[in-house]
């Protein structure tokens, strides 16, 4: 068990037994290796199911729905920008939450620990800094910090930004980081390389919508291209109604997304979807110098009117 | 009528290619990342090294997206405003290497595509053209619990012929007529030798053995479809899940589908996509009234069809057969297996709320 499950076991079932919460959003162990699942725990004789490792991918955010309830909710630095995103677009109130907050030094890529054995992952595991995978006829270990999720490896939050509980003492925050390398590398390209460079990109996309709905930002009654009176968008496999979704959604998400990653390890193709959402978030970060999540006090960049906005037309 | 025949692996090459002649040729083939299973343009051969496919072979007779019909609002044509048929592609196709497991859902889907009150032309049509060449498993992955599903590694249900690879040659036992028929177009005619049956029993027994993830669903056919429905464990089961739709997709069994009219000028064509049981469009009714408006419904939904209004409708087991795609996709790691292990469990607690 690692410190971290340990304490949020320990917390959590404080809180649910001094009837501080009605029921805890966490982690409980997958049936696969590199994979857990998120569950509702409501008694407190159950908390010994909760756990907490380099394979807590998804964001829980999007598990609080519009509940009423008082929730206990396990959040890692980018579950808490969420959470801020929830409250400050009114899906939830603050004193309904109490935040367990999980400083997070980054979580495990799947792919890439996939890659590094002959053969299908049968176990993985993790000790004193490195991750080894075992496959029925490979094993191969890796330090820790080369098998993390890129968004993880660009990440300037790790520590959650609002909390009422923490499982382990902050973690250094890097600092001077370049997060959009490989962002400007597509806005310096052509218009028509860029186009043939999406049309690769969303080639193998099924339209399963596992990034939307792995999305916290995600939460419309009725998405776009859901919309079906009047239709939006085609609902087979035109290219162009796949790209419509993918760049609008984007957009949505734009000066809301956290970069925390959940489409991306959603995606059953290994699309890279964040390419397309990073860059809304670097033009909010340019234009209007706005990270999103990181505040209660101040309105998102996109809900909210300042007289020295960058844009001609607002003056 | 089963005959033994053996097959070099120099000579595979160019038996396919000259089975060309008389077939479009389908199989498992790397694009990108994963293996997908799709129709192989000239030169572009099978990867018969492949374990499986991220979305399932379905597609060849049921595609994601298939036009029906075509209308033009032209009204100077001839038949401005009137849905026509969309010609139908009449070439033989040999699907090579595809997995017991899959051959076995296309037996699954023909249940409901061909069936006796419903003939459905599209999917009949590219079922009949099809001669199935399955390609037996002999390294099951662990996720793989066919041999619960009434299917397994070497299972020949649905196929026109089985290859089984070992090593420097094929064995192929032929099983029909147009297993038969693909084998002389490639010129596959050499028979095996005389130990070649024992050959088979014994990898077939070796691969079987191999299976270690096994379900039972015995109980569930007993229960009653509103026990179960209401449950209390659907909660807990169901809460991971996103709802997205990518089990559905990668399910060789699911078969349900939604059909759309798409306009272009005055251009227009009737199309069918699959449908998922996960989006909130999935049977949303005209009047607005939505049968399965949460996200816990669609799951539940997704798992009754399979493990029981399906066996209780067909009487045929499950409609699942154990391929592990969905299990390896889901983004939330929701398991199939442990869902019907719930399920079949179910009615020893019945009437006990199991809600944490």
């Known amino acids: ?315 | 009528m089963t005959t033994l025949i053996h097959i070099d692996k120099q000579n595979w090459d160019r038996g396919i290619e000259a089975s060309r002649k008389q077939y479009h040729i389908a199989g498992p083939v790397k694009d990108k990342e994963f293996h997908v299973f799709r129709r192989l343009e000239n030169g572009e051969l099978p990867d018969m090294t492949y374990k499986s496919t991220r979305l399932s072979p379905k597609s060849l007779l049921f595609p994601q997206s298939e036009i029906m019909f075509a209308y033009t609002l032209d009204e100077t044509a001839e038949n401005a405003g009137m849905m026509q048929d969309v010609k139908a592609d009449d070439f033989p196709c040999a699907v090579i290497g595809i997995r017991p497991y899959d051959a076995k859902a296309i037996q699954i889907m023909k249940l409901n595509f061909d069936a006796a009150e419903y003939q459905d032309p599209y999917w009949i049509h590219a079922f009949v053209r099809s001669t199935f060449i399955g390609l037996a498993i002999n390294e099951p992955e662990s996720v793989d619990f066919s041999t619960s599903c009434g299917t397994g590694p070497f299972e020949e249900t649905g196929l026109d012929a089985l290859m089984v690879d070992c090593m420097d040659h094929y064995l192929i036992k032929i099983l029909t007529d147009k297993g038969r028929a693909w084998m002389h177009a490639a010129g596959f005619t050499t028979a095996a030798r005389e130990t070649a049956p024992q050959t088979l029993e014994s990898m077939k027994a070796e691969a079987e053995s191999k299976i270690a993830s096994k379900v039972s669903f015995d109980n569930i056919r007993e229960m009653s479809v509103l026990d179960l429905y209401q449950a209390g464990f659907w909660e807990d089961a169901a809460f991971g899940c996103i709802n997205c739709g990518a089990c559905t997709y990668a399910c060789p069994t699911c078969w349900c589908f939604d059909i759309q009219d798409e306009k272009y000028g005055v251009r227009g064509i009737r199309m069918r996509n699959w449908d998922s049981c996960m989006t909130p469009l999935f049977t949303l009714h005209a009047s607005g009234h939505n049968p399965r408006s949460t996200g816990l419904g669609r799951t539940r939904q997704r798992f009754m069809h399979k493990l029981k209004y399906f066996p209780d409708k067909y009487n045929q087991g499950i409609m699942c057969v154990g391929c592990g795609r969905c299990i390896v996709q889901c983004p939330a790691n929701i398991d199939i297996r442990k869902i019907c292990d719930r399920m079949n469990r179910y009615e020893a607690r019945k009437g006990d709320c199991q809600c944490q």
């Open chain 1, 1 to 315: 068990m690692t410190d971290a499950t340990h304490k949020i076991q320990e917390i959590s079932r404080r809180i649910l037994e001094n009837g501080k919460v009605d029921k805890i959003i966490g982690y409980q162990k997958g049936s696969m290796p590199m994979m857990n699942t998120p569950c509702v725990i409501r008694n407190p004789a159950n908390v010994g199911q909760l756990v907490w490792d380099s394979h807590c991918r998804l964001n829980l955010a999007k598990y609080l729905g519009n509940t009423k309830e008082r929730v206990g909710i396990i959040a890692k630095g980018c579950d808490s920008r969420n959470i801020v995103m929830h409250i400050l677009e009114n899906r939830i109130q603050r004193e309904q939450m109490v935040i367990i907050g999980v400083p997070c030094n980054g979580m495990a890529d799947k792919w890439k620990l996939s890659a590094l054995v002959d053969g299908e992952v049968v176990a993985v595991t993790e000790a004193n800094g490195n991750i080894t995978v075992t496959s029925v006829s490979d094993e191969k270990a890796i330090p820790r910090a080369q098998a993390l999720q890129e968004n993880c490896v660009l990440c300037k939050h790790r520590n959650p930004v609002i909390y009422d509980e923490l499982t382990a003492e902050l973690v250094e925050e890097p600092q001077n980081m370049d997060r959009h390398e490989s962002i400007r590398k597509i806005e310096s390209m052509t218009p028509d390389e860029r186009w043939r460079f999406f049309d690769d990109m969303l080639s193998s996309c099924t339209r399963c919508h596992a990034c939307r709905n792995a999305c916290p930002l995600c939460y419309c009654p009725t998405c776009f291209v859901d919309e079906s009176r009047p239709q939006w968008v085609g609902k087979g496999m035109d290219p162009v109604d796949i790209r419509s979704y993918h760049f609008l959604r984007a957009f949505h998400c734009a000066g809301r997304c956290t970069d925390c990653g959940a489409c991306e390890a959603a995606c059953p193709m290994h699309i890279p979807v964040r390419l397309l959402t990073r860059k809304l978030e670097k033009d909010c970060f340019d234009r209007f110098k706005w990270s999103a999540g990181l505040s209660l006090d101040q309105r998102p960049a996109m809900d909210t009117y300042t007289p020295n906005d960058p844009n001609d037309f607002f003056k």
